[in-house]
């Protein structure tokens, strides 16, 4: 179905909060019910740049002004041609409007609540595989009401979120499509009246660990258009018994050895996955997110420094939401104090080889990683950038010592999987150019017509060398939070997706939101983070040569409602664009436009995928493509010349299976699964 386009898209009057409890309970251990774990006072670059500001007065704030906006010039080479053409205009009060661009030529969706995903007039959409879909041979049909661990262990798996195509050939018609599982919603996954929250089944929790992990499939494209999903060689389930190789400078630290890995070099599982990347050698990361809520007894610990440490992830006593640790002890840290600290990383996965061990990269750092993606630096380094996706929390960057080798030889990716072992983690700091009395937490425009400034990466380890005082380098790898509180990392409204575009070479942040930003005894606002109260979250945009550590940035987007004064669409005419809120996951497209999807819509309508140019006239144009069904969220885009992919996670989530809001996508009285939908239309994406 298609909901009727209008120029300027009308919001939902119905306001409802953007998840539902039950989501926030399962996929993040209700983070925003508890106290943010930052709670450093940490006095990082916003605060230093007001009271300099405000000591020396809004002069030297011009002066500071000046140098940014040579920044993007002057860091990208010869000066001129160098400055992105929306620089050129005067953003923020032209009210521009160009020609379509090519990718986003569409009519828009408007926003709804329908139980269904929305598509442009045009497109069609199929599902390609849905929760319990056979992934490896043998594996049986999905029957709701006969679920076993057996069974779930060789099928898809539940809460599908990031997305990675990776074609097998030239031609693109064989690609392995590979999936995060990131969390399990037991009250919506098991028939009604068959789990009890409190006393679950040991086959229950069996089915859990199964449900969680990663899918590799092979998809073929259609001749009519679009993928499908094919028996496979290379299919392949990783689930909480799949065996990781701990790599890096932490592997065997004593923080990771327990009594079943002696070593701490061999991890049985991955955790909330969550969003990830496809490197340039044709390998999966991805990033282990809300691994904090599956330990149970954190109380139990006594000794200050270890208690600080859990308390910094977000680790709470008591019983586990999932109650995990009544079958098997590693979840208890009463028991295994050291299994905690063997999640939190960046993982790699090689879909090329089924019989492959993936991989925990220490040298990333251990948070609570949303993704991780990898530009090439100009010298052949490996630059991989991953958001600690937590309020207050911060941006990270890992430089490779050793340089990329091009090609997708076996050799090739062995070479280049190596070079995350080997290399500088860093930590950003971002300082606005405004004067302070020009950022006051509601969004208004400072008055040189942006939230800009200059950034710097500060350095946190490299190899066995730490550069934080106090901390050994194996535990700023192991206890990265903790190391980058003291050297003034800029606490950021909840980093989510950290995204290189392939055609501008720019960065790209997606911040979803922050509702503590500016509360009693939080941190204020600042430039990068210039909303008290932040619901409707923000993109971040920046310029550098990947393997430095000077960087210029501005914000693309203020997202939200774009009746209201405090969001900003790049400078676009706000009277032409799709309202906006919480930007999670990031794309690009061929031609270099963003895409977005959201996680949490605080306007009322459903989750959606959303497309921006981010330069020329129409930078800051974002046009809603497609809304996801009731209770969802829109997860791992993937954009290609003739398909769009994306991650329809938690339908209905919430209700219960009793009573299911969302019947997507079997219809009828079906309860809802979590599932891949490809977009197509005959005809390239987004041309018309
Ligand atoms: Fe799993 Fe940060 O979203
Ligand atoms: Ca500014
Ligand atoms: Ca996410």
């Not at 007001?50 to 002057?74: D, E, I, W």
């Not at 999936?179 to 089944?201: C, I, K, L, S, W």
């Not at 969220?633 to 290609?640: D, L, Q, R, S, Y």
């Not at 994306?646 to 209905?652: I, L, R």
């Amino acid at each position: 179905m298609s909901v009727q386009p209008g120029r300027l898209l009308p919001l939902l009057t119905s306001h409802r909060s953007g998840r539902s409890p039950v989501t926030c309970e399962y996929r993040c251990g209700n983070a925003c019910a508890h106290p943010a774990p930052n709670t450093s006072d940490n006095e990082y670059f916003g605060d230093v740049v007001r009271n300099v500001v405000s000591r020396r007065g809004a002069l030297k704030a011009g002066a500071v002004m000046t140098a940014t906006a040579a920044g993007f010039a002057a860091l990208s080479g010869t000066a001129a041609a160098a400055v992105p053409p929306a620089l050129a205009g005067k953003p923020g009060t032209s009210g521009r409007q160009g020609a379509p661009v090519p990718g986003t030529d569409f009519d828009p969706v408007a926003p709804n609540t329908a139980d269904a995903v929305v598509i442009p007039e045009g497109y069609e959409q199929r599902v390609l595989i849905r929760w319990g879909d056979p992934v490896v041979p043998g594996a049986p049909e999905f029957d709701f009401h006969n679920q076993s661990a057996a069974a779930q262990a060789k099928q898809f798996g539940y809460n599908n979120d990031f997305v990675g195509l990776i074609p097998q050939d030239g031609s693109g018609k064989r690609n392995f499509l590979v999936v995060n599982h990131e969390y399990t919603t037991e009250v919506d996954m098991f028939p009604a009246g068959t789990y009890d929250p409190e006393n679950p089944t040991e086959e229950q929790v069996r089915i859990a660990w199964a449900a969680h992990g990663l899918s590799v499939v092979q998809a073929e494209r259609e001749r009519s258009g679009g993928l499908k999903v094919v028996p496979s060689r290379y299919n392949r389930r990783i689930t909480m018994d799949t065996e990781f190789e701990v790599r890096g400078p932490a592997a065997g630290s004593k923080y990771l050895k327990t009594s079943a890995d002696p070593s701490g070099r061999v991890v049985r599982g991955t955790q909330n996955n969550c969003a990830g990347g496809v490197t340039p050698w044709g390998t999966v990361l991805s990033g282990e997110e809300n691994f904090n809520q599956y330990f149970a007894n954190a109380e139990t610990v006594t000794d200050p420094v270890q208690a600080e440490r859990l308390a910094r992830y977000g680790i709470s006593g008591g019983a586990s939401t999932r109650k995990w640790e009544r079958f098997d002890k590693r979840w208890d840290i009463a028991q295994e104090p050291n299994e905690v600290h063997r999640f939190g990383w960046v993982v790699e996965i090689d879909p090329n080889d089924p019989d492959s061990r993936p991989i925990k990269h220490t040298a990333l750092g251990r948070f609570k990683h949303e993704a991780a993606n990898v530009k090439i630096a100009k010298d052949g380094r490996v630059v991989v950038y991953s958001g600690d996706d937590e309020r207050f929390d911060y941006i990270y960057k890992f430089v490779s010592n050793g340089k990329y080798k091009p090609g997708k030889s076996a050799h090739a990716r062995r070479h280049n999987m190596s070079l995350l072992d080997d290399g500088t983690l860093y930590v950003a700091k971002f300082t606005g150019d405004s004067p302070a009395s020009e950022i006051d937490g509601s969004g208004a425009l400072p008055s040189d017509g942006e939230f800009d400034g200059v950034g710097e990466w500060i350095p946190l380890a490299s190899g066995n060398k730490s550069f934080v005082d106090g901390f050994t380098a194996e535990e700023v790898y192991v206890f990265t939070r903790l190391a980058a509180d003291k050297v003034g990392a800029t606490k950021m409204d909840r980093p989510e997706d950290i995204e290189p575009n392939p055609v501008n070479g720019r960065i790209y942040a997606a911040l979803t939101n922050n509702s503590d930003r500016g509360a009693s005894g939080k941190a204020g606002a600042d430039e990068a983070n210039p909303r008290n109260g932040n619901r409707n979250g923000h993109v971040l945009e920046w310029e550098e040569d990947g393997a430095g550590t000077r960087f210029v940035w501005r914000l693309l987007l203020v997202c939200g409602d774009p009746a209201t004064a405090d969001t900003y669409f790049g400078g676009f005419d706000k009277n032409a664009v799709s309202p906006i809120s919480c930007p999670d996951n990031l794309a690009f497209d061929s031609y270099g436009n963003l895409w977005i999807s959201t996680d949490g819509n605080a306007l009322g309508s459903n989750d959606g995928l959303f497309s921006v140019p981010v330069d020329g006239p129409n930078r800051g144009q974002v046009k809603q493509f497609l809304t996801v069904p009731i209770g969802a969220e829109a997860c791992g885009p993937v954009v290609t010349d003739d398909v769009v992919l994306v991650a329809v996670q938690h339908p209905g989530e919430g209700a219960g299976a009793a009573n299911p809001e969302s019947h997507w996508p079997d219809g009828g009285s079906a309860n809802p699964r979590p599932a891949i939908v490809a977009v197509w239309k005959k005809g390239r994406i987004g041309v018309r």
